[in-house]
């Protein structure tokens, strides 16, 4: 079993089933991912196959290249298919509900959550075979999404303690392979020192909050006065978009950032656009739905607020809503 997107990306622990690398341009089998969680991760509802591709293909999905998205999704445990004569419907795994309800929670979280830094770094030392090059490139993967950069190409730092999942990670590595250890930098006159801080590309983090803000800013104070599926289209972009912060600037204590560092701007920003675009965006989805359906709209297609995220999207994990 593979997860919904990269492992960069979006979860806070490993997860249970693999779903599609992120992509350069059009990545079908991602949107299908995130409509589905956006409208279905409370109720775990089965939406028509018609219905999805009706709605990729306002995003500028065609139907044939939305059909074999949910096919691969299908064959790799992301989405659960049933049959009721010649239609077909699809919902979201048990596990995959559960890792993108984590993996909301975390995304905001991870944005919002004031920290405080005792001045000392965790640092990561590894040495893997060469002919170990897969592994080496999932513990560089996995690293960086727990929060570590790359000061040098074994060395990896954090300034935080490190977390279970991360204690959990190093742990499984061979023998001798790693050390870790909490230390402070040393001021040594006459050699000129990297800031454990140059880890990160801090101006590059900072023009990617920037192009965040420039590209959402207009539609934030227009919310009410989209349309059904561009205000879909819209929730699913912005989400795609903001949910990758996280990887992008893990948290840093503000002592080591620029002043009037972006992070809480483009918080509000996705909440207004996110949230904004809800009410729009779940009646449209339920028309798509019902129309393929051949019923009254469902009430089991709910979009979640930001404010659902951070509480947690629970599902009991059999299509009825939570309790």
Excluded: K
């Amino acid at each position: 079993m593979a997860s919904a997107f990269d492992i960069e990306e979006i979860y806070p622990d490993e997860p249970s089933v693999r779903l599609p690398r992120r992509q350069s341009g059009a990545a079908p089998q991602g949107v299908v991912v995130t409509l589905m969680a956006d409208y279905t991760l409370r109720t775990r509802a089965a939406l028509p196959s018609a219905a999805i591709v009706t709605l990729l293909a306002e995003t500028g999905v065609s139907s044939a290249g939305a059909r074999t998205a949910i096919s691969r999704l299908a064959r790799r445990g992301v989405l659960e298919r049933s049959r009721q004569g010649r239609h077909s419907s699809y919902r979201l795994s048990r596990g995959v509900a559960a890792d993108l309800s984590a993996g909301g929670n975390w995304i905001l979280t991870s944005t919002t959550t004031p920290t405080t830094w005792d001045g000392s770094w965790t640092l990561v030392a590894f040495s893997l075979p060469q002919d170990h090059g897969a592994q080496r490139r999932a513990l560089r993967g996995q690293l960086r999404w727990l929060g570590f950069a790359p000061l040098y190409d074994g060395l990896w730092v954090s300034p935080y303690e490190p977390t279970p999942p991360a204690r959990s990670l190093l742990a499984g590595l061979a023998p001798g392979a790693v050390t870790v250890f909490r230390a402070r930098q040393a001021a040594l006159d006459g050699v000129g020192q990297r800031a454990p801080v140059e880890a990160w590309d801090i101006a590059g983090i900072a023009a990617q909050y920037q192009e965040f803000m420039r590209r959402w800013t207009p539609l934030a104070s227009r919310t009410g006065t989209v349309d059904g599926p561009a205000a879909v289209r819209a929730r699913t972009e912005v989400m795609d978009t903001y949910r990758r912060f996280p990887t992008l600037d893990p948290r840093l204590p503000r002592e080591l950032l620029p002043a009037g560092w972006p992070r809480q701007a483009a918080h509000d920003l996705f909440t207004a656009v996110y949230d904004g675009l809800a009410g729009t965006a779940e009646r449209h989805v339920r028309a798509v739905v019902a129309r393929h359906a051949g019923g009254a709209p469902p009430d089991d297609v709910r979009a979640h607020t930001t404010a659902d995220m951070l509480a947690g999207v629970r599902t009991d994990g059999c299509g009825a809503p939570p309790t």
